[in-house]
């Protein structure tokens, strides 16, 4: 048997439920196994009847309640938001929360909300779900696990999991059986989706897309790391590194030419969490943009690399996107 290996820092999260929560019980007891690469700070609800606040409070878990009757969805948000941040989570896990998170909410935990959904997306969005498939004469229901977005279960779907539809089905019964499968999905999937956060080989085909994406660009080994190059092949000149911790640093990290010591020596300052002075290409200002954390900021990112490459890119490509850019 392969030893359970406990993670070296969990990942701290809260879990928003409105009902029964079966699944944040799933959840709750799948984080009591050593090998979770997450722990929950906090279990928080709209409704304070809700009877999965009770058992969260039998097994020794901090819970919160705070009832959405009378209140706008703003002030309300506040609040669960404000418990959030106290209890120190840095992702949200939604189970069963039937309450629509307001857009600035959304945006500011962004990537770091989760939500299970009991249908097969992007089919069955909303309510009735189960209803909706059976209807539909479908061979299969099942349930999804995605990233919330402003738009209704519409974000990126992470996992899912297939639950056959028998003769004479109903809603009832079928609801059923897709709250086991879930219970088997959402702890993993909530899993997978923090390891993917260290992954190295997750967070470099992510800074490749970007990358890849400008114009003549190439990749290229230097100095076991990958980089990527503007320009000829002969001529050509790097405008990103990608580090997997390299030389002694904890980090795995975008390396990106700033305008110099100044600049990289004042985003360093202003936020250490996410920026860093590389060995060695730190001294002629580049700097480390740290990718194995929460949240990410990947349009940040993009436009770290945007920057970079221009900075290096022959004159004949800036000026084409130059005029691209004006349109
Ligand atoms: C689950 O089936 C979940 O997928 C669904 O509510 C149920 C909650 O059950 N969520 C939604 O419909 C969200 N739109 P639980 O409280 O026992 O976990």
Do not use: C
């Not at 779907?157 to 009832?172: F, H, M, N, R, Y």
């Amino acid at each position: 048997m392969v030893a359970d290996k406990p993670p070296t820092t969990r990942t701290k999260v809260a879990i928003f439920i409105s009902g029964s929560g079966t699944n944040m019980a799933a959840l709750l007891y799948a984080s009591r196994l050593s090998s979770a690469p997450y722990e929950v700070v906090l279990v928080a609800s709209n409704k304070v009847e809700a009877e999965g606040l009770q058992l969260a409070e039998l097994e020794g878990f901090a819970t919160f309640a705070h009832s959405h009757k009378g209140q706008s969805r703003d002030a309300h948000d506040a609040a669960m938001e404000r418990a959030t941040i106290e209890a120190g989570a840095e992702m949200i896990v939604l189970a069963g929360y039937m309450r629509i998170l307001s857009d600035d909410f959304v945006a500011r935990w962004d990537g770091r909300i989760i939500n299970i959904h009991p249908s097969l997306l992007p089919k069955y969005k909303g309510l009735d779900t189960h209803a909706r498939a059976i209807e539909a004469g479908d061979s299969h229901g099942g349930a999804s696990v995605h990233l919330v977005v402003p738009e209704l279960d519409a974000g990126e779907v992470l996992a899912q999991v297939k639950v056959a539809i028998a003769k004479g089905e109903t809603s009832d019964t079928l609801a059923e059986r897709v709250k086991l499968a879930e219970h088997q999905l959402y702890p993993r999937a909530l899993a997978d989706y923090i390891s993917r956060d260290s992954d190295p080989t997750h967070l470099l085909n992510r800074v490749r897309t970007v990358a890849l994406s400008l114009p003549e660009t190439s990749e290229r080994a230097s100095h076991g790391a990958r980089g990527f190059r503007v320009g000829s092949e002969k001529s050509g000149k790097f405008f990103a590194y990608f580090n997997a911790q390299h030389h002694g640093s904890e980090h795995i990290a975008l390396l990106v030419k700033t305008s110099g010591m100044d600049e990289m020596l004042n985003l360093i300052e202003a936020q250490p969490d996410t920026y860093y002075k590389p060995a060695f290409y730190g001294a002629s200002g580049w700097v480390g943009i740290i990718l194995n954390r929460p949240g990410v900021d990947w349009d940040n990112v993009s436009d770290w690399l945007t920057r970079s490459w221009r900075s290096v890119a022959p004159v004949r490509l800036t000026k084409l996107q130059d005029a691209a850019d004006m349109f």
